[in-house]
C-alpha cells in the first residue's frame, strides 16, 4: 500500500510539470513507467480541453484551428467556475457547431457530472441531432471518460449522468425547455437562414423566447454562450450588443480580417482558417454569393437592404487599393466634423470623416475617426486627423453646437501646437457649416457623385457605408454620413475647387502629391 501511495504521488506530481520535463522523464522511463505515463497523458488530454478530447477519441483525426481554440477557451473557464457570458461570431463551415454543441458538451459533463448542460438550435431536429452525438458519445466512451447515462434516461433529447445530477436537454429555438435549470446554456445559431432573420415577426419571437424560456431556466451562476453567424443588424446577437453589449464577451471572427485588433492577431485580409478555407476561396465565394451575404454571413458585418440615395454597388465597385492609392495626385484634403446633437436621442457620436480631392476631379475618403467623444476629446481628434493627413481645411457644422464644436478644434491646435506636435504645420482654415437646407438637398449631389463613379473609400468603412446606404430621406441623418457629406462638398464646390497654392499665403498646399 506505501508503494501505491507513492506511485500515486509520483504521478500526481508527474502531471503538474512542464510538458517538456514530462517528454524528458518519459524518454528515460522503463517500458512498463513509459506505459503508464501514457495513461497519464491520456488522461490530462481528456481534462484538457473539448479539442483535446476530440482528438483523444477521434485518434486525432478531429480537426483543430486557432479559432476553435477560442471555444475550446470559453469552455475551459466556465468548467472552472466563471459565469459568463460570451458571444462568438464566424462563417460556415468553420467548425464552430461540432466544437460548441458536441464536443464541448461531451467534454464540460465529464468535467462537472452535477450539472446540467442547455442547447438550443434553430430547429428542434438539428438540436436534437447534436443531443445525439453528446449521447452516443458518452455511451461508445463510457469507460474512457469516467461517465456513463443514466438507465432510463437515454432520449436524444433530454438525457441524465449516472449517478449524478447533471445531463442534457436540447431544444429548437421557440421550444420549451422544461425540467431543472442549467448551469450552461449554449444557443448555436437561432435563426436558419436570412429569410427567417429579415422577418421582424421572427426576430421578435427568437427575442420573446431568448426572455421569457431561455434565460429563466438559468441557475444564478449559470453561463451562456451564443454561436453564430450573423444574418441581420437586428438578430439577437445584434439586439443583445444595442441592449445590452456592457454584459458581453464578444469574439467577432470574420472569414477575412477586418481590423488590426483582431482576436487571432491576424493582419488584415488574413483568412480565418487558410488550411481549409483560403484568400481565394474565399474570392470566389464572395463572387459566388453576393456583397449582402458576403458581409453578413462571412464577415459578421450585416449590411441592410439598401435606401433610396445610396446603392452598395456604387461604393463597392469604385473602392480603391492602398496599392492604386499611391499613384494618386492630391490637391486638397479636408477633415468634417460634425458635433453629437441634434432631435434624435440616437445623435450620440461626433462624426469625424476625412476626405480628398486628386488633381483629375476624383473624390477620396480617406479615415472615419467617428466616435463618442467628449466635447473636449472630438477637437483633438479631429486636429490630430488633420495632422496626419496633411489637412487644409476643417469643415465644422454650426448646428447644434457647432459653435462650441468650432472653440473645440481652436483649442485642441492650439494645445497641440503648445506640446510641439503640429510640427510647424500651420491650422487648417476652419470652414463653418449651417445645414439649413434638407438633407436630401445636400446629399443628392454627393450621391450623385458617387453614382458616376467619382468617389472612391480607401478602405472599407462598414459603419459609415451602412448608414449612407440604408438612409432614407425623411430620417434623421447619422453624423458619419453628414460628416462625409460635409467633407465631399467643400471638396466639390465650384468655389472651393479653385483653391490652390496662391489661396494661400503661407502656401500650405504646396508640394501636396
Known amino acids: 500500500m506505501a508503494t501505491t501511495d507513492l506511485e500515486r504521488a509520483a504521478l500526481d506530481e508527474y502531471r503538474r510539470l512542464p510538458v517538456a520535463e514530462r517528454r524528458r522523464i518519459a524518454r528515460r522511463a522503463t517500458p512498463d513507467l513509459r506505459l503508464r505515463l501514457a495513461h497519464v497523458e491520456r488522461s490530462m488530454a481528456l481534462d484538457r480541453s473539448p479539442g483535446a478530447l476530440a482528438s483523444v477519441l477521434t485518434g486525432g483525426r478531429e480537426m483543430q484551428a486557432p479559432h476553435l481554440d477560442i471555444i475550446d477557451r470559453i469552455y475551459q473557464r466556465i468548467a472552472a467556475g466563471e459565469r459568463l457570458r460570451v458571444m462568438v461570431t464566424m462563417p460556415p463551415r468553420a467548425g464552430k457547431s461540432r466544437r460548441t454543441s458536441r464536443w464541448g458538451p461531451v467534454w464540460y459533463l465529464r468535467r462537472q457530472p452535477d450539472h446540467r448542460f442547455m442547447l438550443a438550435s434553430y430547429a428542434a431536429h438539428l ?3 447534436h443531443g445525439r452525438f453528446v449521447r452516443n458519445t458518452i455511451t461508445e466512451h463510457a469507460p474512457t471518460l469516467g461517465i456513463d447515462l443514466r438507465y432510463g434516461s437515454q432520449a436524444a433529447n433530454r438525457f441524465d449522468i449516472d449517478g449524478h445530477e447533471g445531463g442534457m436537454v436540447t431544444a429548437g429555438v421557440g421550444g420549451a425547455l422544461t425540467g431543472r435549470g442549467a448551469h450552461v446554456a ?12 429579415g422577418s421582424p415577426t421572427q426576430r421578435d419571437r ?5 426572455q421569457s424560456v431561455l434565460l429563466t431556466r438559468l441557475e444564478p451562476q449559470g453561463s451562456v454562450l451564443l454561436v453564430n453567424t450573423r444574418w441581420d443588424d437586428d438578430d439577437l446577437s445584434g439586439r443583445l450588443l ?14 477575412l480580417a477586418l481590423s488590426d485588433n483582431d482576436p487571432l492577431g491576424r493582419q488584415i485580409g488574413e483568412a480565418l482558417w487558410p488550411e481549409r ?58 477633415v468634417a466634423l460634425d458635433p453629437a446633437g441634434g432631435e434624435s436621442s440616437s445623435h450620440d457620436e461626433s462624426g469625424i470623416v476625412a476626405a480628398g ?15 463618442k467623444h467628449s466635447a473636449e476629446n472630438r477637437g483633438r481628434e479631429t486636429c490630430l486627423l488633420a495632422l496626419e493627413l496633411g489637412a487644409d481645411a476643417i469643415v465644422v457644422e454650426t448646428n447644434y453646437g457647432g459653435d462650441m464644436a468650432r472653440q473645440n478644434v481652436i483649442q485642441a491646435w492650439a494645445e497641440l501646437e503648445r506640446l510641439g506636435q503640429t510640427k510647424g504645420m500651420p491650422m ?19 450621391a450623385q457623385l458617387y453614382e458616376t463613379g467619382q468617389v472612391h473609400h480607401c478602405a472599407e468603412f462598414q459603419q459609415l457605408e451602412t448608414q449612407m446606404v440604408t438612409w432614407i430621406p425623411g430620417m434623421d441623418s447619422p453624423d458619419r454620413m453628414d460628416a462625409a457629406v460635409h467633407a465631399l462638398t467643400e471638396l466639390a464646390d465650384p468655389a472651393a475647387a479653385n483653391v490652390g497654392t496662391g489661396s494661400y499665403q503661407d502656401q500650405r498646399l504646396a508640394g501636396r502629391r
Open 357 to 371: 480631392r486628386s488633381t483629375d476631379g476624383h473624390y477620396y475618403v480617406l479615415a472615419d475617426r467617428t466616435g
Open 277 to 334: 478555407f483560403n484568400t481565394d476561396d474565399y474570392a470566389r465565394i464572395r463572387k459566388s454569393v453576393g456583397e449582402r451575404v458576403w458581409w453578413s454571413l462571412y464577415q459578421q458585418q450585416p449590411r441592410p437592404l439598401e435606401g433610396g440615395v445610396w446603392q452598395w454597388a456604387w461604393i463597392t465597385g469604385n473602392r480603391v487599393s492602398p496599392v492604386a492609392f499611391r499613384a494618386v495626385d492630391l490637391a486638397r484634403v479636408v
Open 127 to 129: 438540436a436534437d441531432d
Open 428 to 446: 487648417p482654415r476652419i470652414v463653418d457649416v449651417t445645414a439649413k437646407k434638407g438633407k436630401r438637398l445636400r446629399a443628392e449631389p454627393i
Open 242 to 255: 444595442k441592449e445590452e453589449p456592457e454584459d458581453w464577451i464578444v469574439i467577432d471572427l470574420p472569414a
Open 186 to 197: 449554449a444557443v448555436d445559431d437561432p435563426f436558419k437562414g436570412s429569410e427567417d432573420a
Open 206 to 210: 427568437v427575442w420573446d423566447w431568448w
